[in-house]
């Protein structure tokens, strides 16, 4: 059964009775209302409620009943549906409904009622519930998406109740979780920045974004031409900003009941916003440094796979990115160049593993080297359209063979050293630079051993600066026109006997046999290092 309500559980070793947690988490906290089948009931979790999902099976469970009031004329068939699954318990506010009502609901429902004070906030009880569950050995967290997916479940409930799409955003603008009840207000804005998981970049939502942060209060903006009206509340932890939280008003308005809702969602997404950003930040150093070891041979390759999740057939290519244009001088601009990428790879990608060294960044991505190239692409038309970062990246072959990744890892370094595309802004691959590679590592070779250089060239240099013959021009335009003694005459803007006569001339006086295809390949390739066409700089 496919749910977005989220389950905290470990049924095999529950060792924390109902009785065991309210004792724990005491009064005025949480009120005992009734408990029909007693306290001695093992605890294995906590589930938020979806009004609308189906209510998963909570075997062991406490229901968090999240924007639920008493005086709704469907408690009382939740109350029971909740029991015919097996929760233990339901919490509520009581929104000032009598105590006795509470009583009967429990009563005829066979399941514990727990009342919530209302002076305190739902994340306070999330948090103090799962550490009561912690201290009894019980894992409150299973996986690294609970938090996400427990978002998605308040989100689905807080739309259910203001009847309009309702979002988490990080302080990024980042769509952490978003509503999906059938039915709900939305409009063209709200659609976009779902499918693109983020807000666009606006110029007044700035003035937006602090206005909430600022407020202790949700803030409401009305419609405009191409937004309904919607409401929004920080999301806060200790008074530090984590994000907030967007519901889109329904057809109705927004009632006083429905901004309390608001507030109490923002109280308990804070505690899960907070646990994902710290496990998602402990999860990319894990995963980056992995990759960094495996490129420096530091860590067996098996290690890496099982931080990375990957298995031994897993089919991975890499990504490098580095800056457009000459290499800049600044660190800062390399770690803001970083920390883009990874935001955007956190959002779009977060299957993928990223690392940064002094230059380039490297990202290992798996599947083919198709979707690799797509992820490339994207990446530099985001960062430059977003932050203003132009940069270049290469993407390498696909492998299923991860102890390779120190060759991918070359093959990319390869592709942006080839000095013809430094100033690009686009991706490439090693066939679109194989032969301006292949040209630029033969003139390192002329450059690393003088004994493979035509010493003959070295006197045609000598004669053109003595007595402006212009030997050195005319033989490159030649070659590089393939022998044409007319485009080559084009080109130089002469005849083409001229040409014929200044090429004779070298052949004749200098002793240069050019009807030797060998000889003409290997003098092209020096004339180019002369000036300086295919040069490799920084050394």
């Known amino acids: 059964m496919n749910s977005n309500s989220e389950i905290h559980t470990s049924r095999a070793t529950w060792a924390i009775t109902l009785g065991d947690l309210l004792a724990t988490v005491r009064q005025p906290t949480l009120e005992l209302i009734a408990a029909p089948k007693g306290l001695d009931l093992a605890v294995g979790g906590l589930v938020i409620y979806d009004s609308h999902e189906l209510l998963p099976t909570g075997l062991g469970c406490v229901l968090f009943l999240v924007g639920v009031s008493p005086r709704d004329a469907e408690v009382d068939v939740i109350l029971e549906r909740a029991a015919e699954l097996g929760y233990v318990a339901a919490v509520l506010k009581s ?29 306070e009880i999330d948090s103090l519930v799962v550490a009561a569950l912690g201290s009894g050995g019980i894992s409150a967290k299973p996986g690294a998406s609970a938090g996400v997916s427990v978002l998605f479940a308040l989100v689905n409930s807080i739309a259910s109740t203001v009847g309009g799409s309702v979002v988490v955003e990080d302080l990024e603008q980042r769509i952490l979780a978003h509503s999906s ?49 919607r409401v929004a509340v920080a999301i806060r932890s200790g008074g530090i900003p984590l994000g907030t939280l967007w519901a889109i008003e329904g057809a109705e308005g927004l009632s006083s009941d429905m901004e309390h809702t608001l507030v109490d969602g923002a109280e308990i997404a804070a505690v899960h916003v907070l646990k994902q950003a710290t496990l998602d930040e402990a999860d990319h150093h894990i995963r980056s440094d992995a990759l960094a ?37 600044s660190a800062h601009f390399l770690a803001q160049m970083a920390v883009a990428l990874r935001r955007h790879l956190a959002a779009l990608r977060p299957d993928a593993v990223s690392t940064a060294t ?8 798996p599947g083919s080297s198709d979707s690799a190239l797509l992820l490339a692409r994207r990446t530099i038309q985001a960062l430059d359209q977003g932050v203003g970062i132009r940069v270049r990246a290469a993407v390498s072959r696909t492998t299923q063979d991860l102890s390779a990744l ?26 679109e630079v194989r032969c301006s590679l292949l040209l630029q590592k033969a003139v390192q070779l002329l450059r690393d051993d003088p004994r493979l250089k035509e010493p003959l060239l070295k006197d045609l240099a000598e ?3 003595d007595s402006k013959s212009h030997f050195i021009e005319t033989l490159t335009v030649w070659l590089d026109a393939f022998g044409s003694w007319s485009k080559a005459g084009r080109n130089l803007g002469l005849h083409q006997n001229t040409v014929r006569y200044r090429i004779a001339r070298i052949e004749e006086n200098f002793g240069l ?27």
């Open 95 to 123: 929104r000032g409904a009598s105590l006795d009502s509470l009583t009967e609901l429990a009563q005829n429902a066979g399941i514990a009622v727990v009342a919530v004070s209302q002076d305190i906030s739902w994340r």
């Open 181 to 229: 009840v059938p039915g709900q207000r939305i409009d063209a804005s709200r659609q976009t920045s779902i499918l693109n998981r983020r807000v666009p970049d606006l110029p007044w939502h700035r003035e937006q974004y602090l206005k909430i942060l600022k407020s202790p209060v949700p803030v409401r903006f009305p419609s405009t031409m191409d937004e309904l009206p």
């Open 293 to 329: 070891s495996v490129l420096n041979g530091s860590l067996p390759i098996t290690e890496a796979a099982r931080r990375w999740n990957f298995t031994a057939e897993s089919e991975v290519s890499l990504i490098s990115f580095a800056p457009s244009g000459p290499p800049p001088g």
């Open 358 to 365: 002094a230059q380039p960044l490297y990202v290992l991505v």
């Open 406 to 431: 120190t060759s991918l890892a070359n093959e990319v370094d390869e592709i942006l050293g080839v000095e013809a595309f430094r100033d690009a802004s686009h991706v490439l691959t090693f066939q």
């Open 463 to 465: 004669q053109d600066q």
């Open 513 to 539: 046999n050019l009807q030797n295809p060998e000889v003409r390949l290997a003098v092209w390739l020096e004339l180019h290092a002369v000036t300086a066409k295919l040069e490799v700089t920084g050394d």
